[in-house]
């Protein structure tokens, strides 16, 4: 059993920035694809970055690609989310993800099994 917990989330002014972290219990997380999602109100989750369980491969959605970066430290047993350039349409609430097993990079929602409780972020205009 794995558990995230997520943090970093704020307020912060649009043009600004935020770093999220996903810290997992566990010691096989290092083993594990991790994926980040967000939903806004009103709006269903949707994909926001997905790392593999070494680091080397990344993948962003077309929406955050550019400002955004998802990365991991396997010792520390935890993934960020920098968030540069916020935007209002980033408001949201942030959930981290891990699969259990996988050697590639999953943006798909129903392929993880573990989820943190989520992390609000809120950017102003």
């Known amino acids: 059993q794995v558990q995230l917990v997520e943090s970093g989330g704020g307020l912060v002014q649009a043009g600004g920035s935020l770093r999220l972290s996903c810290a997992a219990s566990?010691?096989?997380?290092?083993?594990?694809?991790v994926g980040w999602f967000r939903q806004a109100p009103g709006k269903e989750r949707e994909f926001v970055a997905a790392i593999n369980w070494s680091g080397r491969n990344t993948y962003h959605a077309d929406s955050v690609k550019g400002r955004f970066t998802i990365s991991r430290d396997n010792a520390e047993n935890t993934v960020y989310l920098q968030m540069n350039n916020l935007e209002p349409e980033d408001t949201a609430v942030y959930y981290c993800?891990?699969?259990?097993w996988g050697v590639g990079v999953i943006d798909s929602q129903s392929m993880y099994d573990y989820w943190g409780q989520g992390t609000q972020v809120t950017v102003s205009s």
């Open positions: 566990g010691r096989t997380f290092s083993s594990y694809p």
């Open positions: 993800a891990a699969r259990e």
